[in-house]
């Protein structure tokens, strides 16, 4: 087992359950121009505020979905697909400061290949450069140790080195240069892995 690099204690950064105290921090990085999602970006955030708008409790608790109850997922590309379990749990320093997620498959290390990783994070752009990023991704492959998986995969563009030093400095290594699937746009990106 890989030991990952302790995160830094006197990180104000912690991980939070996603919950209706602290959504307003939340929508409000998404009215900002913020958004979780790293490839659907202001549309994804339009979805989640209307979203919340709707129902804020229903928003809330679609965020922890271990039983994959929710409904289907919608692709870059608008191919819809059959949602997966996952989580996602809020950076949080006293502010939002991001998101970070994880979602699997019960069983087994394998993602369908319309899945980019297991976990994919989000640091607000006014939080970044604190190495917030790099103690979210620690943090959360301790809560994922649980599930019994050897290993979590993750991938950049070949252009973030911001990412890319998150990763590694969390243990992981580059598996290969891949080329995503049409629903993801097909460009090139890199695979990293992380033993557990």
């Keep these: 087992m890989l030991q990952h690099p ?6 104000p950064l912690q991980l939070i359950v996603p919950d ?20 659907r970006l202001d549309e994804a955030a339009r979805e989640e505020l209307a979203r919340i ?14 039983e994959a109850r929710g409904g ?7 191919t819809m697909v059959k949602r997966m ?4 749990r809020w950076m949080w ?16 290390a394998e993602l369908p290949t319309y899945v980019l990783g297991h ?24 809560e994922v140790a649980r599930h019994g998986l050897p290993h979590v995969d993750l991938t950049t563009d070949p252009d973030n080195l911001p990412s890319q030093k998150v990763i590694t400095a969390n243990g992981g290594f580059l598996v290969e240069r891949i080329t995503k ?6 460009t090139e990106a890199l695979l990293f892995r992380i033993a557990l």
């Design 72 to 78: 289907d997922i919608t692709l870059p590309d608008g």
């Design 119 to 142: 976990i994919g994070y989000a640091v607000a752009p006014w939080k970044r450069r604190h190495g917030y990023a790099t103690r979210a991704l620690g943090l959360m492959l301790k």
């Design 85 to 88: 379990p996952g989580y996602r």
């Design 53 to 66: 708008q709707a129902d804020p409790a229903a928003f809330v608790a679609s965020l922890d979905d271990p």
């Design 181 to 186: 699937v049409a629903a993801h746009g097909g």
């Design 93 to 108: 320093d006293g502010a939002f400061c991001g998101s970070i997620g994880f979602r699997w498959q019960p069983g087994t």
């Design 6 to 11: 302790p995160c830094r204690k006197d990180s």
């Design 20 to 39: 209706l105290a602290h959504l307003d921090g939340y929508a409000d990085a998404l009215r900002r121009g913020w958004s979780p999602d790293n490839v």
